[in-house]
T-cell receptor, first 111, second 115 residues
C-alpha cells in the first residue's frame, strides 16, 4: 500500500519568512495530493490540493509543487503570519481510493 | 464543499460504557468516512460508511468495537463500544461530495476522554 513520509515534524519561523514542508510517497500510481491545516481543537481544513497532471498550483500565499519522477510534493507558504501556526498534514491517494496521510508538521510562526 | 457537524463535540466517559457520535452533512455526499486521531498523532481511517449496507473496516478495526450506521446520504453514526482509556482520541467524520471527485472534507471532530 501507499506510504507517505512528511518532514520536518516541527518548523519554527519568524513572521514574514517562508515555510516549506515536504512529503514523499511510495506508490507511483497515486495521482491526488491534498494538504490540510489543523488548528488546535478543530478538524483538518483542506487548504490546497494538486493532481498529477500539473506540476504547481498557487493560491495567494500558498503553493504546492509536485515532482512525479521523484515522487515528492511540497507545500510552500510565503510571508508567514502568526495565524498560519497549526499542524499541516499532507496526503496521497489514487482515484477514489482512501487517503494516506503523513505524520504532520507543526508550524510555529513567531511575531 | 460541505458543511459537516458532529455531536457531541466532546465527552468524558467511564470505561466499559459506549458512546455514539453523530455526523450530519448539509448536502448529499457520495462517501462518508470515520477517522481516529490519537493525541499528537496523524489521522487513521477506521472505516468507510456505506449507505444501506455494512461499513468497510480497515485493518485493526472491527464492527463489534466500532459499529457504524449510514441510513441516508447525509447522516452517519459511529459507536465506540466497551470503551477503555486507550480509546481516548478525536473521532472525525469526513466526506466526499458529488462532482468533487476525490476531494475530501472533515468535520470538527469529537474529543473523547475515557476514564
Amino acid at each position: 500500500g501507499e506510504n507517505v513520509e512528511q518532514h520536518p515534524s516541527t518548523l519554527s519561523v519568524q513572521e514574514g519568512d517562508s515555510a516549506v514542508i515536504k512529503c514523499t510517497y511510495s506508490d507511483s500510481a497515486s495521482n491526488y495530493f491534498p494538504w490540510y491545516k489543523q488548528e488546535l481543537g478543530k478538524g483538518p481544513q483542506l487548504i490546497i490540493d494538486i493532481r498529477s497532471n500539473v506540476g504547481e498550483k498557487k493560491d495567494q500565499r500558498i503553493a504546492v509543487t509536485l515532482n512525479k519522477t521523484a515522487k515528492h510534493f511540497s507545500l510552500h507558504i510565503t510571508e508567514t503570519q502568526p495565524e498560519d501556526s497549526a499542524v499541516y498534514f499532507c496526503a496521497a491517494s489514487q482515484g477514489y481510493s482512501t487517503l494516506t496521510f503523513g505524520k504532520g508538521t507543526m508550524l510555529l510562526v513567531s511575531p | 464543499s460541505a458543511v459537516i457537524s458532529q455531536k457531541p463535540s466532546r465527552d468524558i466517559c467511564q470505561r466499559g460504557t459506549s458512546l455514539t457520535i453523530q455526523c450530519q452533512v448539509d448536502s448529499q455526499v457520495t462517501m462518508m468516512f470515520w477517522y481516529r486521531q490519537q493525541p499528537g498523532q496523524s489521522l487513521t481511517l477506521i472505516a468507510t460508511a456505506n449507505q444501506g449496507s455494512e461499513a468497510t473496516y480497515e485493518s485493526g478495526f472491527v464492527i463489534d468495537k466500532f459499529p457504524i450506521s449510514r441510513p441516508n446520504l447525509t447522516f452517519s453514526t459511529l459507536t465506540v463500544s466497551n470503551m477503555s482509556p486507550e480509546d481516548s482520541s478525536i473521532y472525525l467524520c469526513s466526506v466526499r461530495t458529488p462532482g468533487g471527485l476525490d476531494t475530501q472534507y472533515f468535520g470538527p471532530g469529537t474529543r473523547l476522554t475515557v476514564l
